[in-house]
């Protein structure tokens, strides 16, 4: 009778012994989900109350009813340094508990997404086209934890990257006729690599400014007048540009909402050199010809109206002077004629 009761309470022991002590798994995500390739994931077997876990096994389930141990592992700590999609699957971990029965944790399931890539322009005007001299500012972005990766800008053409570097940003600067293309990115961490990003076109176009002055180069004093300020081969509006005018390379007036400089009233003071320049969306600055405003020359003028007077009565006179030696030269011929008749009669 003491035998049977010894029997049971060793039975009832190790049945409520193995009873509490439960094994679960607990998944580390470094970021947490959703997990990309290049990820670090660390799984942890641990056993509730933190029981100590002397021995532990590892197994992933790729196919159903296909699970396979993880050789090499043994500790409660299983980590992926560098997750890829290989690596997806079902995991869970078997102890042995004190008692030395083996005891299954719950399957945790870990899936593993491609990185994505995403390339945008983020500076200046959002058009396909940029201007000689303009700055481009380009940002890849990529899915998943960025740490440790590096930043690819390609060209289609181009058999190596244009840009390798780890700043997600690309700036191009200054622009110029070789940029032009179509470019896209992708991110590496050793020897894992980010799909490509849809590409974005890049045209680069040459921008020619013109002033023209409404009057000329001479202007008289107290008269208006005004400076366009003209823009050849841009696609883009002018409310895109901002115009400055500048007389003697000093600026006069900056504005992003007209091209003409008016003035009202010209006098002595306002003569010199001017020109302007047009600041495009992407940063680029280009001038103009160069206008030299006089004031007008009174006494040329005067002098020119004085010489056509002279010339016009000069003329005048060679037409009188003209017509009173024919009347003349009649009046002689006539007397010479009525002297004949005389005789002869």
Known sequence: ???CEFYLIICLTTGLSSAQFKVQIKLSLTPKEPIYTGDTVTMECRTQGNIPVQQCSWFKRSEPNMDKEIEGITQATYLIQSASQSDSGVYYCNIKNPFQFLVSSNPVTLTIQERT???????????ESVFVGDQVHLHCQVDGNPIGWQYELHKTGDR???????????IIS???FSHSGEYR?????????????????????????????SSGSSVKV??????????MGAESSNSDFIFTFLKDNITVRKSSNSSVLPIEYFEET??????????????GRTYSNMISIQVEDY???NGIRLVISALVLILLMVLVSRCFWVRVHRAVRSSKSAHNLRQRG
């Not at 890539?117 to 058009?127: A, N, Q």
């Open 299 to 301: 006494s040329t003028e």
């Open 117 to 127: 890539s995403r390339l945008r322009r983020i500076s200046g005007h959002m058009l």
């Open 1 to 3: 009778m003491q035998a």
């Open 270 to 283: 306002l003569s010199g050199n001017y020109m302007c320049a047009v600041e495009s969306p992407g940063g």
């Open 174 to 176: 200054p622009v110029t």
């Open 160 to 170: 190596h990257p244009q840009i390798t570097q780890v700043d997600q940003n690309f």
């Open 185 to 213: 990115c992708r991110a590496g961490k050793g020897d894992l690599y980010s799909n490509f990003s849809d590409p974005i076109q890049l045209l680069v176009l040459d921008l020619s400014v013109i002033l023209i002055s």
């Open 222 to 231: 107290g008269s208006s007048f005004s400076l366009h300020c003209t823009t």
